[in-house]
């Protein structure tokens, strides 16, 4: 399956934390970069972070740095989002995406259109 599956969303209050986690197959794991996006119902989809394949170069969008932080275990083929205080506007649709490349060069990982295999979501909800 090409298709990366997220898990870990849920309801939460404002102030409190989840961990989204993201697997995907060898296939589609292997050398790629991988992000993760938001949408918020009547908005378009958003950036939130990315992390190159070695997992050393991390990018997070103004709005969630210092508060979310992005992880990988390459051994296992997954990708993690950790969420600290949480805000009712983070509410939203998650999606993991991954991209045929290894590395990202300038702004491009947040671009949308850098990312080859996008996950079907996963919900999180913060209540004020």
């Known amino acids: 399956q090409a298709q990366p599956v997220e898990s870990g969303g849920g309801l939460v209050q404002a102030g409190g934390s989840l961990r989204l986690s993201c697997t995907a197959s060898v296939r589609t794991f292997t050398g790629s970069a991988m992000g993760w996006f938001r949408q918020a119902p009547g908005t378009e989809r958003e950036f939130v972070a990315a992390?190159?394949?070695?997992?050393?170069?991390?990018y997070y969008s103004d709005s969630v740095k210092d508060r979310f932080f992005i992880s990988r275990d390459n051994a296992e083929n997954t990708v993690h989002l950790q969420m600290n205080n949480l805000k009712p506007q983070d509410t939203a649709l998650y999606y993991c995406?991954?991209?045929?490349?290894?590395?990202?060069?300038?702004?491009?990982?947040?671009?949308?259109?850098?990312?080859?295999?996008w996950g079907q979501g996963t919900q999180v909800t913060v209540s004020s």
């Open positions: 992390i190159n394949w070695s997992g050393a170069d991390k």
């Open positions: 995406a991954a991209s045929r490349k290894p590395q990202f060069y300038g702004p491009s990982y947040s671009q949308s259109s850098e990312y080859n295999y």
